[in-house]
C-alpha cells in the first residue's frame, strides 16, 4: 500500500482486514499483515479457500437477493477492503439501481474504500462500528443513501466473529433488525470452533491461532452454529436450496451451511 495511512494507524500491527485482503490475493496489505497472514495459513492450510469461499458466498448471495427477492439496497458492515467482485459490483450486475453502503471502523478500510468506489455514483464507504449499532444507523451519510422504509439486505460477513460477547452481538442484530424494513435480509458468515474440512483441529494449533489473531487489531471469538443461528431472533432462515440456481460455484454455501471452518446464514425479517 503506497497510500498514506491516516494518523494513529501502525502498519507495523498485523490488521484484519489487510490479513484478510491478503488471503484474498490482494496487494493492500503491509509485511505485518502478510508475516501474520502466513503464519495463520500454514497452521490452517484451508484458511485461503475459505477466503475464497465466502467470497463466493457473497455473489451468491447478492445474486439471490437482487434477482429474486428483489433487494436493491445493501448495508455491508465490517466491510474490509473492497477489493474485485466486492458487493457494489456483484449486485449491479441483476440490479443496476442497487445502492451499497459499506460500513467499517477503520480509517484505514473506509479510505480505501472511498478511493475506489470514488467513481461508483451508487455505493459510499463510511466511517462506522458495528459495536455502536445505533450510532452506526444514524449515519446521516447511510441515512441519505439508504431508505430504511423500504427492505435493505445487510450483509455481516467475517466480522461477528470479531465481536466479543460482552459486546452483546445478539443486541447488535437486535437493533440491526428492529431498524429494518419487513421483507429485509440479513447474510452473514461466521467462524466456528474445533474444526475444519470435518476434522478437528488440534488444540495447540486453535491456541496459535487465537494468540496470533491477539497480537493483531482484533481479537477471534469462535462461535458454535448453534450459537450463531440463536442470535437471530425475529429472522427466518431461508433453506439452502432456494440459493442453489445462483450458485455458479460447487461451494456455494447457503443458509446455515458448513463451509471449511465457518458457518454461513441467510435470513429474513418477516
Known sequence: MSRRL???????????????????GGKDNFAADRAAAEEIMRLVPETRAEALSNRAFLRVAARYLTALAGISQFLDIGT???????????????????????????PVVVLHGQAVLASAGRSIAVRADLRDPVALLASPEIRNHLDFTRPVAVFLLAVLHFIADEDDPAGIIATLRDALAPG??????HIVPGRVRNRPVDSDVAARVYEIYGQATERLHPRTPEQITGLLDGFELIKP??????????????????????WRVLARKP
Do not use: K, W
Open 6 to 24: 491516516p494518523e494513529g494507524v501502525d502498519a507495523s500491527v498485523p490488521n484484519v482486514a489487510r490479513m484478510y485482503d491478503y488471503y484474498l
Open 80 to 106: 474490509g477492503l473492497p477489493t474485485q467482485g466486492a458487493l457494489h459490483e456483484v449486485a449491479a450486475e441483476t440490479c443496476a439501481d442497487a445502492r451499497v453502503a459499506y460500513a467499517d471502523y477503520d
Open 184 to 189: 429485509s435480509y440479513l447474510v452473514i458468515s
Open 241 to 262: 436450496e432456494t440459493l442453489a440456481a445462483y450458485a455458479q460455484f460447487p461451494d456455494h454455501g447457503g443458509t446455515a451451511s458448513a463451509s471449511p471452518v465457518g
